[in-house]
């Protein structure tokens, strides 16, 4: 079966630093992969090349079997099949709830105004935000702005959605309906990369966890093995500090 996403040997410097040293991995349809790590491993970084908001030094990045590095590509239209989801949620502060996930659909798909605020309002529904169409997302919390944030990324229909830590800037009572809304989407089958601190939703919805270090894939499985019998010592030395 041809993978939705695979990366093959994807290199990345910033200046002397090497932040992506050789990284190889694919995602299938339907996947959950969480991707955990110290900070500075270099996790939203990876994420960021796959939605090309770095561009890679070397290596590959094909979308169902395309290299999205080579050759001309609509970065926008990319954009939409490979959705990202901001720690900082980014949502546009001058347009109402429902404007936000409006707006892409319009320019981006070119769907009509109609049918945009149809699919809008159906996925706002989904995320439980409904009763604030009409607001403007400095009228609401932290997590009710990621939640808007989740709604505006599934209105593009993306093949893949990938999250960079969607809860660590949230208060503590927000994390659990986000976390919510994010285990929905796996259930319902959503192709998702996320990048988390979360270890029990890494170990409840993942269908393999990657531990990044410095740069690497350092270990890579299914959430079972992972949690109770890390391989390489550095992942157990890791994971012992959520205990
Ligand atoms: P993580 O998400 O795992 O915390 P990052 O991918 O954000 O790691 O960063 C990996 C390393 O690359 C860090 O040392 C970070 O300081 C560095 N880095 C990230 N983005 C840039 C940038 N635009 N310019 C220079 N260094 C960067
Ligand atoms: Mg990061």
Not at 1 to 10: A, C, F, Q, T
Not at 19 to 37: A, E
Not at 86 to 104: A, D, H, P, R, Y
Not at 187 to 209: N, P, Q, W, Y
Request: glycine share 8%.
């Amino acid at each position: 079966m041809e993978h939705i996403v695979e990366i093959k040997n994807l290199k990345k410097h910033f200046g002397e630093l090497r932040v992506l040293d050789d990284i190889n991995f694919h995602i299938d349809k339907g996947d959950v992969i969480t991707v955990i790590g110290s900070s500075g491993s270099g996790k939203s970084t990876l994420l960021r090349c796959i939605n090309l908001l770095e561009i890679p030094d070397d290596g590959e990045i094909l979308l169902h079997g395309k290299d999205i590095l080579k050759g001309e590509l609509d970065v926008n239209k990319h954009r939409a099949k490979v959705g990202m989801v901001f720690q900082s949620f980014n949502l546009f502060n001058n347009m109402s709830v429902l404007k936000n996930c409006m707006i892409g659909q319009m320019t981006v798909l070119k769907r009509s105004k109609e049918e945009s605020q149809k699919k809008a309002e159906q996925l706002l529904a989904t995320v439980g935000m409904s009763s604030f169409i009409g607001a403007s997302p400095a009228q609401l919390s932290g997590g009710q702005r990621q939640r808007v944030a989740i709604a505006r990324a599934l209105c593009m229909d993306p093949e893949v959605l990938l999250f960079d830590e969607p809860t660590s800037a949230l208060d503590p009572e927000m994390v659990g309906g986000v976390l919510a809304v994010m285990k929905d989407l796996a259930k319902s089958g959503l192709t998702m990369i996320v990048v988390t601190h979360e270890m029990g939703f890494a170990r409840e919805v993942s269908s393999r966890v990657v531990f990044m270090d410095s740069g690497i894939i350092l270990e890579e499985g299914p959430p079972e093995q992972i949690f109770t019998a890390p391989k390489n010592e550095r992942t157990r030395e890791f994971l012992s500090r959520y205990l």
